[in-house]
């Protein structure tokens, strides 16, 4: 069975820019969650898609999206890019709520902003 | 809010010697994750406890959840340069979103 996919797998982008990232959960998982991670704040939630509805957010502005396709293909979309953007994003699947199911995680997108 | 602490944040052990991670919640938990993430690589799952006073075994690795289910721990008897990487626990918040602590890095000189 294939794992979690993200696409790009690096990215680089100027400040005031959008971004795009993408990701391919395994195939049967119905949720989907986005991390940002960071060496200074660590695994930091972003949120998370169960059934092509969001079902939580995390504490990020607004510039911060996503939304899930109903094959359970999931998108995240940073608007307005700040240096601070500039991370390592990580998509998760599982097969139910990730509240209480195991999550498996694809390789993340490297996400620079200059 | 509800807050997942993990310590330490950094351990370096010598080859043989024993290894554990602590993660403290603010909250009482419903379950609670671990995660190893290798350097450069992406969290990868260990093992999810969900009862009071549980404790499962992985070959070297037992996992604890507290009575309370507020705390858990990780250990590993007789690291290996393998087991190098930064070990995750995670639990859900209110929102039902999965809090990650910090993280401790482990490293393991040969």
């Known amino acids: 069975k294939a794992g979690v996919t993200q696409t790009p797998r690096y990215l680089i982008k100027t400040r005031g820019q959008q971004v795009t990232l993408s990701c391919s959960p395994i195939?049967?998982?119905?949720?989907v969650s986005w991390y940002q991670q960071t060496p200074g704040q660590g695994l930091q939630f972003l949120f998370e898609?169960?059934?092509?509805?969001?079902?939580n957010k995390g504490n990020f502005p607004g510039r911060f999206s996503g939304r899930q396709f109903s094959n359970s293909r999931s998108e995240m979309n940073v608007s307005t890019l700040e240096l601070g953007d500039s991370a390592l994003y990580l998509c998760?699947?599982?097969?139910?709520?990730?509240?209480?199911?195991?999550?498996?995680f694809g390789p993340g997108t490297r996400l620079t902003v200059l | 809010g509800q807050q997942v602490m993990q310590i330490p944040q950094y351990q370096h052990v010598q080859e043989g010697e024993d290894f554990t991670t602590y993660c403290n919640s603010s909250?009482?938990?419903?379950?609670i994750q671990w995660y190893k993430q290798r350097p450069g690589g992406h969290p990868v799952f260990l093992i999810q406890?969900?009862?009071?006073?549980e404790v499962k075994k992985q070959k070297r690795l037992t996992f604890q959840f507290g009575e309370a289910k507020k705390n858990s721990s990780l250990h590993i008897t007789a690291t290996q340069t393998t087991d190098v990487g930064t070990y995750f626990c995670?639990?859900?918040?209110?929102?039902?979103?999965?809090?990650f602590g910090a993280g401790t890095r482990l490293t393991v000189k040969p």
């Open positions: 998760a699947s599982s097969l139910g709520p990730s509240s209480y199911n195991e999550q498996f």
């Open positions: 195939s049967g998982h119905r949720s």
């Open positions: 406890l969900v009862k009071s006073g």
């Open positions: 898609y169960f059934s092509e509805t969001q079902r």
């Open positions: 995670a639990g859900p918040g209110n929102n039902n979103d999965m809090r």
């Open positions: 909250t009482t938990l419903s379950n």
